[in-house]
T-cell receptor
Framework: AQKVTQAQTEISVVEKEDVTLDCVYETRDTTYYLFWYKQPPSGELVFLIRRNSFDEQNEISGRYSWNFQKSTSSFNFTITASQVVDSAVYFCALSEAWRDMRFGAGTRLTVKP | DTGVSQDPRHKITKRGQNVTFRCDPISEHNRLYWYRQTLGQGPEFLTYFQNEAQLEKSRLLSDRFSAERPKGSFSTLEIQRTEQGDSAMYLC?????????????FGQGTRLTVV
């Protein structure tokens, strides 16, 4: 069964601080996909990144970076030099091949000016 | 607007009434998902369609819930005999492909309040 755990319920940082959002997953499949979504106060989920289980390369996109480690079943998300506009709820999700996407409970990030 | 569209955005209904929500996916997307999200929680999977075929249903989807996707285009989610526990945001998403390896694009959701 697929399961995603985001242990951090809420995180608060001051602008320009770096922040890491943790995601731990469980799956029995060898082929699976991991995602991060952002849900700003407006409510619409916005796709950020997708990773498949065969690609453990870390990825950087501007101030965002992702660290995928199969050995620890983790897919952590780091925001460098956080900004107030980064304030949102962030969800990690897991999808086993041919199946639906399952979400974690989310981490609410508040970036204070 | 070429994104996922959901209608209505808000619905208030009395307990025991039936409600129906509509989702129009991105036009070329063959996968369509329904999720439910309550306050402070992540989206919970309800069901998904590959074209017009409903391939999986969550056990959250009681017999009061039914979803359809005629002709593999738009989808409807109906809740019969609504209960207060059905109050939530109902999210629709769509994606392209036959496996689950592509990102899903979400609509803005329908917020249901059962009074």
């Amino acid at each position: 069964a697929q399961k995603v755990t985001q242990a951090q319920t809420e995180i608060s940082v001051v602008e320009k601080e770096d922040v890491t959002l943790d995601c731990v997953y469980e799956t029995r499949d060898t082929t699976y996909y991991l995602f991060w979504y952002k849900q700003p106060p407006s409510g619409e989920l916005v796709f950020l990144i997708r990773r498949n289980s065969f690609d453990e390369q870390n990825e950087i996109s501007g101030r965002y970076s992702w660290n995928f480690q199969k050995s620890t079943s983790s897919f952590n998300f780091t925001i460098t030099a956080s900004q107030v506009v980064d304030s949102a709820v962030y969800f990690c999700a897991l999808s086993e091949a041919w199946r639906d996407m399952r979400f974690g409970a989310g981490t609410r990030l508040t970036v204070k000016p | 607007d070429t994104g996922v569209s959901q209608d209505p955005r808000h619905k208030i209904t009395k307990r025991g009434q039936n409600v129906t929500f509509r989702c129009d996916p991105i036009s070329e997307h063959n996968r369509l998902y329904w999720y439910r999200q309550t306050l402070g929680q992540g989206p919970e999977f309800l069901t998904y369609f590959q074209n017009e075929a409903q391939l999986e249903k969550s056990r959250l989807l009681s017999d009061r819930f039914s979803a359809e996707r005629p002709k593999g285009s738009f989808s409807t989610l109906e809740i019969q005999r609504t209960e207060q526990g059905d109050s939530a945001m109902y999210l629709c998403a769509s994606s392209l492909g036959v496996a689950s390896n592509t990102e899903a694009f979400f609509g803005q959701g329908t917020r249901l309040t059962v009074v």
